[in-house]
């Protein structure tokens, strides 16, 4: 009996850890599915958000939860002034030259933030850090139950958004048709920096979500965005569904080879997983069909 | 309506236009006409801002449009169905048509998508399925109808007939104009030459970027320059 509580926590904890995972995956999956780039500074934005509510937090004792509501529409005007105005601009239309403006910024968020915090890893202290909900036999922390309830409730909004407002099919449009869009109207430009925002709002939701229970340094936002490539891949490149089940499947993976294999193998088998998704179904696993 | 003196437009600096002039009246359909590669589509895109214009003047209801972004200019009400179609295929027809009215029109979106509705049935019986899987003739009129929700001024058409059967050609001009006898200015680009001045008021004839004939479509259409021109011989 024992073995299966084990068992039934670490699938638990898989759910509620790759809920935040498909967070950070939705931003990815959003802008490339969008933009048709794939966003190098995902991980370091990351990075840049958990640093911000770190010092909101420690400077000005502003709680992580409170946060949201700060550094959601903040993280939206940086992701769509970032867009706007240097990568647009710099890439000159040229997808390659995209990538490495991306990774540049990427590099100079790093730095930027090792100069200013040195490499020492961080955490802030919460009230309620520890605290857990007792489901059956199971023990469930209660910010990571808190960050899984707000990641699908962000997915549900994302998905209304671009299923019912102007600005979310003006967004698949732009996606698939650039002329027909500005053809009826539409700012490309506008339309690509909004979707650019959006991925990194997201970004900002999922760093308040992981700080209490999370720790900060000025790398490891590339830690989650490695996970992250893995789902964006495995879901379908630009599926929001296929971000949503990617991010669960691969927490519970990574959870159950940890409890297999040991803590420090967990994520080969993430890439088990990514790389025998990749043989049979290149396409991912809500894909289209190519 | 729509005045073009002396456009020049191209790509990469490459001139495709070398001074195209016209003149659009209101509530006619006007055709311009040209073989393929003459320059036909280049004029549509530089006309709606999709490229920018190195020379020449393009002047919508009095107003100067060169130099405007394509939503500035479909603010004003000249609206482009482009060659191709370029409708969205991961979206269905209605959301389709209703991103139509994106920028002009969108208070009256129920209305204008009924009007739609009425003018190609097709449509609404496609209402709740992707734009892409529909047939090229669906397309057509789906593009078409997107056109028409923004309530255009002048509508520009390109190509509208391009890839479809002669039935299919048939029953798009008769649909087009129908369209324009309700006093909707068109401006029909054309390779199909006897259809286009059947239907047309006033015509021209594009060749390596310069209009090499203009005039009342029924002159036009016993003009033995005609062949000749449109052949390029």
Redesign the interface.
Known sequence: MLKLDIFLSALANGLLTGAVYALIALGLTLIYGVLHIINFAHGATLTLAMFAVFVMHSAFKIDPYIAIFMLTPLFFGVGYLLQRLVINPASHGDDSNILLVTLGLSIIFENGLLAIFRSDTRSIDVPYGFDVIEVGNLFLSTPKVIAFVAAFAVAAALWLLLARTDTGKAIRAVAKEKTGAALCGMDVEHIYAVTFGLGTACLAIAACLLMPTFLVNPRIGNAFVLVAFTIVVLGGMGSIGGALAGGLIIGVVESLSGLYFGESLGQIGIFLIFLIVLLFRPTGLFGAKA | MLEVRGLVAGYGGVPILRGVSLDVAPGAVYAVLGANGVGKTTLNRAI???IPVSGGTITFEGERIDGL???AI??RGL????EG???????SVR?NL???S???A?PRRSANLEKVFATFPRLREREMQFAGTRSGGEQQMLAIG?GLM?EPKLLILDEPSLGLSPLLVEELFVLIARIAAEGLAVMLVEQNVVQSLELAAEASVLANGTVVLSGPAAELSRDPDLEKTYLGM
Not at chain 2, 79 to 82: A, G, N, Y
Not at chain 2, 85 to 91: A, D, E, H, S, T
Request: proline letters at 14%; charged letters at 35%.
């Open positions: 709606s801002g999709l972004k394509p939503p479909v603010e609206i482009h169905v482009p179609r370029k409708i969205f295929p991961n979206m959301e209703e991103l139509g994106y920028r002009r969108k997107r923004a």
